[in-house]
């Protein structure tokens, strides 16, 4: 089964957001469903970048990663925004 890390960004004020799941598809529509309290305010959200692992405990490791390392200019990098 494979996991995934994902950056989202808001349309209301171009904020990220950064997690893991093991479907994709359904967590970015729980986001936008108000399904999500952290992120239910600055919906909508957009997929902006992901990164795919065979193992949750490797995605949540990557997903801390590029937690420590969040600036814009990193999400920049990673997103091409």
């Known amino acids: ?5 994902y950056i989202l ?3 209301v004020d171009g904020s990220y957001y950064i997690g893991h799941t093991k479907d994709l598809e359904d967590r970015v529509k729980r986001h936008n469903l ?7 305010a600055k ?3 957009k997929l902006y970048y992901k990164e795919c ?7 949540v ?3 801390i990663d590029i937690k420590k390392k969040k600036s814009s200019k990193i ?7």
């Open 1 to 5: 089964m494979l996991f995934y890390v």
């Open 9 to 11: 960004k808001s349309k």
């Open 53 to 59: 692992f065979n193992s949750r405990p490797e995605a």
């Open 34 to 40: 108000e399904r999500s309290k952290y992120t239910k």
């Open 61 to 63: 490791k990557r997903e």
């Open 75 to 81: 999400l920049g990098l990673l997103t091409g925004v």
């Open 43 to 45: 919906r909508p959200w």
